[in-house]
């Protein structure tokens, strides 16, 4: 296939790339058409400037058909080992529960879904994501949590972040961490103070004393060799001295042990992986971040709250959005974006699965298999350290007959941690049985069976807890987590959720700059296949070969996409990225002897994210304006970089731009920040504009994020998990980031921005297939229909809403904004009333407000057909035809479709009925919607009522009644 046959590729009868995207070559050429063009090169040559074009076929292989990429990944994943990894230091092997597995985790009614902005269509998830909350306050004895964070270790970061926003100042900038926290969570906490000036100081809780300077500290509990120890008096020399204390826990054994709120910590964080979320060499799992009251407004990424909706019934919402990243900018202590929702659904599901007393059970089990081992090791006449402890084992073997053991575990295919030399560690989980610890015993009994059962262990063994660490307290009381229990109940209850929430399994969700393109199945197949997600992330390299394989095979061709010299994979979201990419910029300088390099240029319409990385990354944000087209200000940018030129680190660029425009000044703009020694970050969330057709490598950036959860296919799993590994150029290579445990290379890396070495390896299946099924020519293909659908888009809207930007030449990239502004004055409509009222049409708003407030900015992608464009297209050009009734005066200002949109089924099939509009006028607005309704779970949500009396856990059933709506709960259609 050449480039002068642009549809061959869509035709190929057995390959991919036309299930993918969308439109057909017919109903391509319609689009042309109407755009006024006769091929789709012609169209694409006008769209993107010549001077970035990248002009040959990228270099990744030809497409190729689902069973035959599939075939391959499964002899590549057949090289990786499963072995039994009782290797702790947060990671254990769990039994996802199946009802889960295949209800969630598998279901693209719940992993296609998008972040829950639009609170009315996601009422489903937002329960789940309370349920989470719910857990983790009561599992941790705290008042509010979010849901959720990235990883223990980056959550561990958020926490002294938190701490300081809280007590730090100049003078009091030393941050205090115990030695016997997880090392990946010391080096990631490492990294982030150093970038921020703050001092860590690693050693020993039981002696450290507390001086005025720390502002706070973090232990572990259990701590990473297994230990329980008491921090009552280590919390109390703390709050004498002003600090903060957190505690990086583990959510199961806090069934047994007194929880981190009830001895006094102030923050608790951790990894929920071990409820029933796979390991997968690293991630994805939630981690999640729980505080004292007084901090709430402190509490990083996202929290769900309830509120109310338009007709008095409870609503759930995202709480506090004024204090997210969107709005903070430069003030903002956080950069978390996309989190881990799919994966704190799922472990909040597992805790409503097991209930409290199941929780208990399996945490009983764990710890006493753990005891069993210890009699078991005791007789064979090793020492165990700590007699206090969970589930990890820590025993002296002393140095000679350690590697013994090693290998005699090796033989069982068991990995067993060194602690230190002559110290080695056991985690066990809730997948061991007594035939496990028999094996673990037979390792130190020189590979020889032990003559002994576990119940005969177990009589020598006590499994109590002291009772200074012994819960008394209840949890997960709400009976949310006690009604559930039974398969068909769960499945029901998994079902109703499920069914208040619009996804991709229901229509487009047009979202400009988040490009919610198909996630197909063939893609998704491998992230449970057990040899991708029983993997420890600390297993020996041999173990993990064929993970390493695909690694570096991803790695190829997203450097190849990008115009890169290599990639990093750790970063596990956009901001990740952002902030990794902007750490080696700064260590790049540091390297050349200019530390002082510390000014970012970030220009005014820059996504959230990029300022709050580049001021975690150490650095000084200077804004440069845009002009009336939505492009970089290159004048005022040229006067900034002269202004800041000794001091200037880097430019953070989108490209193309938030506005949805190819800027044709892009190399200007790069060789100008060359020019005053700066280096270019470019935010690659528009890199769909992109692929196959320009490369960020050869317009000049040095840095750039692929967000792998917009452009290359990963879900977004109702706000998470997300990948986005950074592309560097050679100047930057040696500084990518390294990692404590695990060696990836890179001479002088910067510290780990990611506990997992790879960062959430077990979705990068889904890139790595997507990409080998549509090759070199089906990924230009892929990303020509995207700018094909956008402007088509663009075209059929121009007369219900002006396009805000557009190219000298008339054109747009892959995403158009609409002006919803012009319709105010005369109707009193904001954007939030249409889009509010596309729920009622059955679909997803486009993004509200970015990056210009008043605006709609819609993505169409290429996965969606010209129909379902079309569809959208007509929902919203009637959308406008409804605004004109109201201008006319037909439809009452106050009273009309729009401002009491979305209408929930609860209303509309309600026997009192008070609008002056018929009930069929609201809930079938369209012929559409009387084949296909999606209803709307509740009324519009009144956010500010929730942010004035924020509640963030599941509310007793009596709240319920006292907000006087029993009854419309009782009502629970769905
Ligand atoms: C999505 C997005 C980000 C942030 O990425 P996350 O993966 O959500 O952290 C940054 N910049 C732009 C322009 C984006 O659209």
């Known amino acids: 296939m050449t480039s002068t046959r642009p549809l061959a590729a869509a035709l190929e009868p057995d390959t991919f790339v036309s299930r993918h995207v969308g439109p057909s070559a017919a109903e391509q050429q319609a689009m042309l058409a109407a755009l006024g063009y006769d091929s789709l090169d012609a169209f694409i040559d006008a769209v993107v400037p010549a001077n970035i074009r990248f002009r040959r076929t990228l270099d990744i292989g030809p497409a190729r058909t689902e069973h035959d990429v599939l075939a391959e990944l499964r002899t590549i994943a057949d090289r990786n080992m499963v072995w039994r990894s009782y290797l702790g230091m947060g990671y254990h092997g769990t039994l996802t529960p199946p009802v889960i597995q295949r209800n969630v985790l598998e279901n693209p009614g719940w992993y296609t879904a998008y972040t829950p902005y639009q609170a009315e269509i996601a009422q489903g998830r937002l329960e789940a994501l309370l349920n989470f909350q719910t857990m983790v306050m009561d599992l941790t004895g705290l008042e509010i949590a979010n849901a959720s964070l990235l990883d223990e270790g980056t959550a561990a970061a958020e926490a002294m972040a938190m701490s300081y926003a809280a007590k730090g100042k100049p003078g009091k900038e030393t941050y205090f961490v115990a030695k016997d926290c997880h090392p990946q969570t010391i080096e990631v906490v490492r990294t982030r103070a150093a970038a921020r000036g703050v001092t860590v100081v690693v050693g020993d809780a039981a ?81 999640f971040l729980a505080t004292k009251d007084e901090y709430k407004r402190m509490l990083p990424g996202r929290i769900i709250g309830v509120s109310r909706d338009a007709d008095g019934k409870p609503a759930l919402r995202m709480a506090l959005q004024t204090r997210e990243q969107h709005i903070r900018r430069e003030k903002a202590t956080s950069n978390v974006c996309t989190a881990q929702v799919l994966l704190a659904v799922m472990a909040g599901m597992y805790a409503v699965w097991h209930g409290p007393e199941g929780l208990t059970r399996i945490a009983r089990r764990v710890h006493g298999y753990a005891k069993a081992l210890q009699a078991g090791l005791e007789r064979l006449g090793f020492h165990v350290t700590h007699e206090e402890y969970f589930d990890t084992v820590c025993v002296e073997v002393g140095t000679h007959g350690q590697q013994d053991i090693l290998d005699a575990a090796a033989a069982r295919r068991i990995n067993l941690r060194v602690v230190e030399p002559g110290v080695l560690a056991i985690a066990l989980d809730e997948t061991v049985g007594a035939q496990d610890v028999l094996d673990v015993l037979s390792a130190f009994n020189g590979g020889a069976d032990v003559d002994a059962t576990v119940d005969a262990l177990l009589e020598e063994a006590d499994p109590r807890f002291d009772e200074r660490f012994a819960r008394t307290s209840a949890f997960l009381t709400h009976p949310v987590f006690s009604t559930h229990h039974s398969e068909t109940e769960m499945l029901r209850y998994l079902r109703k959720l499920e069914g208040r929430d619009l996804s991709l399994a229901h229509s487009m969700i047009p979202l400009g700059s988040c490009t919610m393109k198909l996630n197909a199945t063939a893609e998704m197949i491998p992230v449970t296949w057990p040899q991708f997600g029983q993997l420890h992330p600390f297993v020996p390299p041999a173990q993990a070969a064929g993970y390493r394989e695909m690694f570096t095979q991803l790695e190829h061709d997203l ?147 692929l967000n792998l959860h917009k452009t290359f296919c990963i879900p977004h799993g109702g706000g998470g998990p997300g990948m986005g590994p950074i592309g560097v150029a050679p100047q930057l290579v040696p500084f990518l980031p390294g990692h404590p445990v695990v060696d990836v290379g890179h001479a002088q890396a910067i510290g780990p921005i990611s506990a997992a070495p790879w960062g959430s390896a077990s979705i990068l299946p889904i890139s790595w297939v997507y990409v080998k099924l549509m090759g070199g020519e089906g990924l230009a293909t892929a990303t020509k229909v995207a700018i094909l659908n956008a402007n088509y888009t663009a075209h059929r809207l121009r007369d219900a809403f002006p396009v805000l930007y557009r190219a000298q030449n008339g054109t747009v990239a892959h995403e158009c904004i609409v002006d919803t502004r012009v319709v105010k004055a005369a109707s009193g409509v904001e954007v939030e009333d249409i889009a509010k009222r596309l729920m009622d049409y059955g679909f997803h708003a486009p993004t509200v407000s970015f990056p210009v407030a008043g605006t709609l900015m819609i993505e169409p992608t290429e996965s969606e057909s010209k129909e379902e464009i079309d569809r959208f297209c007509d929902a919203l050009i009637q959308i406008r035809e409804e605004i004109r009734e109201i201008e006319a005066g037909t439809l009452d200002r106050a009273d009309n479709p729009l401002k009491n949109a979305p209408h929930p089924m609860t209303r509309v099939i309600s026997d009192a009925w008070a609008h002056g509009y018929s009930r069929e006028r609201a809930a079938f607005p369209s012929e559409f919607t009387r084949e296909r309704k999606f209803w709307p779970f509740v009324g519009r949500v009144e956010s500010a009522y929730g942010d004035r009396n924020l509640v963030c856990s599941c509310l007793p059933i009596e709240t319920y009644q006292l907000e006087g709506a029993a009854a419309s709960l009782a009502q629970d259609t769905n």
Not at 216 to 228: C, E, I, M, S
Not at 245 to 263: K, Q
Request: with cysteine; net charge negative; hydrophobic share 45%.
């Open 207 to 287: 002696t450290f004393t507390f001086g005025p300077e720390v502002f706070g500290a973090l232990v572990q509990y259990p701590a990473t060799d297994g230990a329980v120890r008491d921090y009552r008096a280590f919390c109390e020399q703390a709050h004498a001295a002003g600090a903060v204390v957190t505690a990086a826990c583990d959510l199961l054994s806090l069934t047994l042990l007194v929880p981190p709120g009830e001895w006094g910590a102030d923050v608790a964080v951790g990894n929920s992986q071990r409820f029933g979320v796979p390991m997968g060499y690293g991630g994805p799992h939630a981690a």
């Open 559 to 705: 450097a190849e996409i990008t115009g890169f010299a290599a990639v990093s994979l750790q970063p596990n979201a956009g901001s990740q990225g952002e902030y990794a990419g902007l750490l080696v910029i700064r260590e790049y300088h540091r390297a050349r002897g200019e530390a002082h390099r510390d000014v970012c240029l970030i220009p005014q319409s820059a996504h959230g994210t990029n300022p709050a990385s580049a001021v975690m990354a150490g650095m000084k944000v200077v804004v440069v304006g845009t002009d009336q087209h939505g492009n970089v200000d290159v004048a005022d940018l040229r006067k900034k970089a002269a202004e800041h030129s000794s001091q200037l680190a880097a430019l953070m660029i989108t490209y193309p731009s938030t506005h949805g425009v190819f800027e044709e000044a892009v190399k200007d703009i790069c060789a100008i920040v060359h020019e005053h020694g700066g280096q270019v970050y470019m935010d690659g969330a528009n890199m769909n504009a992109m692929v196959g057709l320009a490369r960020p490598g050869d317009i000049g950036a040095d840095v750039c994020h």
